[in-house]
């Protein structure tokens, strides 16, 4: 792939040349030559208009994915016998569990983004941002499917459903998540039901709340002398049930809540319930990289009126422990409880 600004503006096209260069999966050199050796044998029988779906389809299908991952014999055996019998079942589809991250886009993964450029559908949730939709291919369909305030919200079975049978149908479906798949995203039932279905998954981690929320704030989770663990716990829990919450306050170190706001009452007063000091400092991250993100610090005994007094509604993550007061957040009284403008 050359880049050229006919001398015009060099350093702009080494700019463009790099970003493409990180779009590109590593071993497209590879996948050319390996498309190269079987030219002739498609153009012997795949005839006329058939043969550009064949490569449309064999680019974007597993095989390529196969040269691309680096294991082109096991790919050359299975081409020979697509060759030899090139119509018959269609290519089989696949379901990628996509991290979407915290919602800004720039946080997406490199994977991330090649699997939303070469989707067909993308499944996605509330949480996966526009910002984070607008990389995907154009043309692939959108399916929300995700938790909103007041809407309808498809059953977590319809969802595994809904992807066994895009995947059945020969699609290359993106589950978009948000945040990390596997933390509070109900991604391992998706690829629990999708493996039972006998349906490729490929897992692509992502950058979880917690993790933004800390980095927003510059509080480093674990720090030498004041923390060496740190749990992430969702309040909210689908039975209704509540999380061990003396458990959780007995291990002492850094506390990262999900899901937390609504019940941030029951939550200060069980921690303190199990030992920890009220004065333990806290920091609310509402909304972390998007532009609506709000933070709010204080101390553990005053976290309800943090969050009521500032009317915290969005997504957000809570931060309790000694580690907050090393961040760009030192706890107020709740007086003067800060508010940090986005550090961007
Ligand atoms: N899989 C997601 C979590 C889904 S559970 C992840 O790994 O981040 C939903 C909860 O995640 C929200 O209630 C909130 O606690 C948290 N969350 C998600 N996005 C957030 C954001 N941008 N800022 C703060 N908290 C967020």
Redesign the pocket.
Known sequence: VAVSSGGAAPTLARLLRERLEALLPERLGALARFAERFRPAVRAVVGGKARRGFWEDFFRGPLAARVLAGDEAGAAGRMLALVNAPVGKPAAGRVALV?AG??SADLLTLRALQLLQEADVIVHDR?ASAAVLDHARREATRIPVGKRRGAHTLPQSEINALLVRLAGEGKRVVRL?????F???RGGEEAEALRRAGIDVEIVP?V???L??AARTAVPLTHRGAAHAVTLV?AERGDGSAPDWAAVAALGQTIVI???VGAAAAIAAQLQAHGLAPATPCVV??????AEERVVAGRLAELPALIADHAIVG???IIVGAVVALGAVAAQPAAAPLRLAAAR
């Open positions: 991290g915290p919602g949480l998540k948000g945040g990390d798949p933390i509070f995203g992502g979880t709340a917690a933004a929320s969702a999900y899901m937390g991250v509402e909304n972390a990289t998007l997504p957000a993550t």
